[in-house]
């Protein structure tokens, strides 16, 4: 049996303030599985709100019974120790017949050195052998939210007989709002399902090159309003004009209200972003009204109401590694701009929230083979830790 070990892990000790904390963490116990992370990407603009403390948990309660926020006390307070959730590791050491050791899983721990897993309580995936075990970053959870996010469009148009992801996108023609990396693999899913067109609008032009790179018709956002696009190419001749479909992947209100005015009547959004404010710009009464148009807000906690038995993250986990297999190689390359050494994190988060870098798509993290018990990581970045610490820019969130 292995020994005790030192798990590092990046999170926030205070707003604007990326840190390393650490905990000693006993050997498996029975029916668990050690892993090694070897990479564990960054979803910034999740992760930005608790740096910059605009996420909810940090200013009211969330009442789960009830499904609301409360005023008064928060969820989550500083320091916050864990970040992330898209990891893979590598199994060193299994006390289940769940899981062999050097095995490759991805799961959601947060950014972490390693990680002790439950295979009964926590979720995870095998790694299959032809994958890019870096793109694994995306099987436990950000591929299946944006897989669901192509189940609500499914749900949205055949109700509950959903036989696959493209039934809601096959034939249409769609629009995808925001270049990211929740946009671009959105745009992917609907593309590798048969979409008849996938458009996908940002404002700057790097993100927009990946997405043309990765098989995507794109639009600048600074040359031409995505509604003017869509109701001057799709139309029936009449006033049937506009989207199909609006997959809503920027979290800004005045991107919901673009996608409300970009669509056909009786259309629909599939809202997957994230606010933290209020929505001023969001008109209910002018195109919404009008149109007769539809608003389906689609997140990880919830697949539609009635699939459940028939869709689980299982399914949507194997419906992303289909994805992966079809477009890995172009992923890969286009996509992941940004590998970062486990160490820097806590720099490389202050410089991400400070200086927004719209080159910056998918930035990973690297753990070195061993650095999980090695006390060097914490050692270092405390010599380099700074004394005082900026403030984030609050608007730096990632399109």
């Known amino acids: 049996m292995s020994k005790s070990r030192i798990v590092y892990s990046l999170g926030v000790k205070e707003v604007g303030h990326a840190y390393f904390f650490h905990y000693e963490e006993g050997p498996p116990p029975e029916n668990t599985f050690r892993i090694d992370t070897l990479y564990s990407g960054i979803s910034a603009g999740t992760e930005l709100t608790f740096y910059a403390g605009t996420n909810p948990y940090l200013h009211a309660s969330w009442d789960a019974e009830f499904g609301l926020f409360r005023p008064g006390e928060p969820s989550n307070h500083y320091p916050m120790p864990f970040l992330g959730y898209m990891e893979v590791g590598q199994v060193t050491e299994s006390r289940t017949p769940a899981v062999a050791e050097g095995e490759l899983v991805a799961m959601a721990y947060g950014h972490k050195t390693g990680h002790t897993a439950n295979p009964i309580h926590e979720f995870y995936v095998p790694l299959p052998a032809d994958i890019d075990p870096i793109l694994g970053i995306y099987l436990a959870q950000m591929g299946p939210i944006c897989a669901n996010g192509l189940l609500h469009a499914a749900a949205d148009l055949v109700g509950q007989d959903v036989r696959s992801l493209g039934d809601g996108v096959r034939g249409r023609n769609v629009l995808v709002i925001g270049a990211g990396v929740v946009g671009q693999l959105t745009g992917l899913f609907a593309l590798y399902h048969g979409a008849a067109n ?142 970062v050494p486990f160490e820097q994190g806590p720099a490389f988060m202050d410089t991400l929230s400070m200086h927004y870098n719209a080159q910056v798509l998918q930035a990973v993290l690297e753990v070195p083979h061993g650095l999980a018990s090695g006390a060097e990581i914490i050692e270092a970045r405390h010599a380099e830790q700074p004394a005082n610490h900026p403030q984030p820019a609050l608007e730096a969130a990632h399109a």
């Open 198 to 339: 996938v458009v996908i609008t940002n404002r700057t032009p790097h993100r927009l090159a990946v997405a043309a790179a990765m098989g995507m018709t794109v639009l600048n956002e600074t040359e031409i309003e995505p509604w003017r696009y869509c109701k001057e190419q799709w139309h029936d001749g009449a006033n049937q004009r506009g989207a199909d479909l609006v997959f809503q992947c920027r979290a800004e209100p005045s991107s919901l209200q673009m996608a409300l005015r970009s669509l056909r009547p009786q259309g629909t959004v599939i809202d997957m972003a994230f606010y933290q404010g209020g929505a001023s710009e969001v008109r209910l009464g002018e195109e919404f009204h009008h149109n007769g148009l539809n608003i389906r807000c689609a997140q990880i906690n919830r697949v539609p109401r009635g699939l459940d038995y028939a869709w689980n993250k299982h399914r949507l986990a194997n419906e992303t590694i289909a994805l992966l297999r079809a477009y890995g190689p172009r992923i890969r390359e286009y996509m992941i701009t940004d590998i």
